[in-house]
């Protein structure tokens, strides 16, 4: 996958209702990588994502918690042929899942020199790093992680996303 590094702005501001003084909640900054081919937008997320939990919901090629011979079979070929270093001794998997709740309110924005555009959330990509057991029967999960992907509507140059739980005070919502 061909990315290239953007420098990434993530502005975030809290939809949890304030106490007696209103205070604004401070700008969040993330890095994020921009794929030239789809003009998607890959960036951490701002809110805590329980990524196993995703894998467990969202891997639709084997079952995590009980996969059959099959299953690990398929995952010793995968670790065999697309190792992650050179001893061979783990590999990675990914996964697809909706954005959580949480994460579509507010929202998120493409920051750059020239403007300010809104991103559209479209998934969360997940990764599981794992290793197989000593008797290589049972998957042995390692590593949970993953990002958020999103689309601004014209293709980004070296922009910055950005999250606000407001619209800026320019724009406008029919």
Known sequence: MLLRTAWSLLYFFSLL?????????????????????????????????????????DLKDFNLRRPTPEQVAGLKKHLRDQPLEESGTFAEIQFASPPETGMTRGFYYLLSGADLQPLQ??????????????????????VFFGKIVAKPAAPPAEDAPLWSSRAPASSSRS
């Open 17 to 57: 209702p304030q106490t007696a003084a209103p205070v604004r909640p401070s700008p969040e900054f993330h890095d994020a990588d921009t794929d030239p081919k789809t003009g998607e937008v890959r960036f951490d997320p701002f809110q805590t994502v329980d990524w196993q939990q995703l894998a467990q919901r």
């Open 121 to 142: 959330l479209l998934r969360l990509d997940g990764t599981m790093r794992y290793t197989l057991s000593a008797q290589k029967t049972a998957i042995v999960p390692g």
